[in-house]
């Protein structure tokens, strides 16, 4: 039954690990654009194709954003 137990854990976290979304390098003229943009906020970075998805929740509606860069900074769309 222990051995059970702990296997159970180690699948869980196992999952947990496997699961974490990898870390993104964004550029520096992305990174600037959007602390001009959104300050006092801290994004969660993604990647798709070309363009960098910063996503983070709005303190004042507690609801969640998404600003779209493309490589230059420049902002592509944003989404509520």
């Given amino acids: 039954m222990k051995k059970s137990i702990i296997a159970l854990i180690f699948v869980c976290l196992i999952n947990v690990l496997a699961a974490q979304t990898p ?3 964004v550029p520096a003229s992305v990174n600037v654009k959007y602390g001009t943009d959104y300050p006092n906020t801290s994004p969660v970075w993604t990647m798709e194709n070309d363009y960098y998805y910063a996503t983070w929740t709005d303190k004042t509606t ?3 954003r998404t600003a779209i860069y493309d490589k230059n900074g420049v902002l592509i ?3 509520n």
Avoid: L, Q, R
Wanted: glycine content about 12%.
């Fill in 23 to 25: 870390v993104v390098n």
């Fill in 62 to 64: 507690n609801m969640g």
């Fill in 77 to 79: 769309s944003t989404e």
